[in-house]
Each structure stands twice: as C-alpha cells, then as structure tokens.
C-alpha cells in the first residue's frame, strides 16, 4: 500500500491544494453518505500533505480501522473553489429555511464540496480502476506509455493515473476527477 511508503508517490500528486479524507466505504460496512461523514483536510504543499496522511494513518490505527485514506489525483485552484462557495452560499441565502440553517451548520462540508467539485481542479489527470490483472494488461496494452504519470496497488487491484487523452479511441473506462487510494 502507498501509506507504507509516501516517498514512492510522486511529488506531483502531493503538491498544491489537495483534498485528503479519511473515508468509510459504504462497500466496507458504512451507511449513509460517506463523502459527508468522512474526516477531510486540505493540504496546501508537498510537507503539509505528508503530514495529513500521517495524522490519518494514527487515526486510522487507533480509532478508525474500518476507515481509507484517499487524496484527489487533481491538484484543487482555491480560486474556483471560492467562486464556487460563494454562488452556492448566495443561492442558499435565498433558499428557505432549512437549506440555509444546513449549509451554515454544516460550514466545513460546504467549503470542502466546493473545493472537491470537478470544475476546481486545477489538473486533469484520469484514473483507470483495474480490479482484475486482466483489466491491468489491456490498460498497459492498449494505452500509449506516453499517457502513465503512476501505476500503483490497491486493496482489490491497481489503479493507473494517467495525463488526459482521448479514451474513446480506446476500450477503457476512465474517471475524471477521481480519489487516490493512499490506504
């Protein structure tokens, strides 16, 4: 696993604004919304990151055991994401009561939200979920290697980031805006 060794994952995916959440699947027993119950901070710099994914790890052992660790494979722009906070906080103070009393009880999630939302990235790295060595091959065989930023295990497989191509050319499903497994 990544959390075994951080120095291994480039520094391209710890530097700049990043979100980092320490996450309970709904697939791992969760209930509910996970993204809304996960613990989540924001990183600002390649040693901040590091130590996010620490303090996760010791929350991890010790009071969380069920929980991951994910970081977004975009770098987040800080000024779309505050764009964005304040057209949905407009909208919400023009809302009735009830949305507005949530999104103001709720402050933390909102601003994340927005930060997380696919149009704040900053970068547009794609990520190829393998969950079988067969969907692995047929990504390393059909993908050019110019397109690979990082190839790393997961708990049921391998995940593949990739810079941005044209994946209609090819026979892969991709994700967009995706989290990376740290652990």
């Known amino acids: 696993m990544l ?28 209930k509910g919304n996970a993204q809304r119950k996960a613990i989540k901070m924001i990183s600002t710099g390649i040693e ?7 303090e996760f790890r010791e929350l991890q052992k010790n009071v969380y055991q069920n929980y991951r660790i994910y970081s ?3 770098s987040r722009d800080m000024e779309k994401a505050i ?3 304040k057209t949905r906080q407009l909208n919400n103070d023009y809302s009735c009561d009830i949305f507005r009393d949530h999104f103001y009880s709720d402050i933390q999630n909102s601003f994340f939200s927005c930060l997380m939302w696919p ?3 900053s970068q547009n790295n794609f990520l190829i979920d393998c969950d079988t060595d067969e969907e692995f091959h047929k990504a390393h065989e059909i993908i050019p290697p110019e397109y690979f930023l990082f190839t790393y295990p997961t708990k049921n497989g391998h995940h593949i980031i ?9 026979d892969i499903q991709i994700k967009k805006d995706e989290l990376m497994y740290i652990g």
């Open 162 to 170: 990739t810079r941005p191509f044209n994946y209609n050319e090819y």
């Open 72 to 74: 977004s494979i975009n």
């Open 3 to 30: 959390i075994d060794d951080l120095d291994s994952i480039p520094e391209m995916f710890k530097d700049g604004i990043r979100g980092v959440l320490l996450l309970h699947r709904n697939k791992d027993g969760a």
């Open 119 to 121: 149009n704040s990235r």
């Open 83 to 85: 764009r964005e906070f």
């Open 48 to 54: 901040d990151w590091k130590n996010i994914v620490l």
